[in-house]
């Protein structure tokens, strides 16, 4: 069984920085590939980034240059540090893995999810 759990949101204000946590357990080898993904208010969930098990990274346009995915596989755990905060980064952030090597950013292409972390930007 397949355990995703995400920590590290919270009230930051604009401009600061959060770096979340996803600690997997359960993960085979098989599961190659873990996003992250984020849902904001009245919004559909999209895409922030992900990371294979060999550090190959994709990441959605408005993350490039202030989030940075990594991954420490002994650990089982993925991070997303994310810089310089918007009122608009507002969301619940969700942690999910799949199979295949295909760095996608698209929800429907991931097997299991975390339950997510409410990251709030707010001054």
């Known amino acids: 069984q397949v355990q995703l759990v995400e920590s590290g949101g919270g009230l930051v204000r604009p401009g600061g920085s959060l770096r979340l946590s996803c600690a997997a357990s359960?993960?085979?080898?098989?599961?190659?590939?873990i996003a992250w993904f984020r849902q904001r208010p009245g919004k559909e969930r999209e895409g922030v980034s992900c990371i294979d098990r060999g550090g190959r990274t994709n990441y959605a346009d408005f993350a490039e240059g202030r989030f940075t995915i990594s991954r420490d596989n002994a650990k089982n755990t993925v991070y997303l540090q994310m810089n310089s905060l918007k009122p608009e980064d507002t969301a619940v952030y969700f942690c999910?893995?799949?199979?295949?090597?295909?760095?996608?950013?698209?929800?429907?292409?991931?097997?299991?999810w975390g339950q997510g972390t409410r990251v709030t930007v707010s001054s």
């Open positions: 999910a893995a799949k199979g295949g090597p295909a760095l996608l950013l698209h929800p429907r292409a991931y097997d299991d």
């Open positions: 359960g993960v085979s080898s098989d599961y190659t590939v």
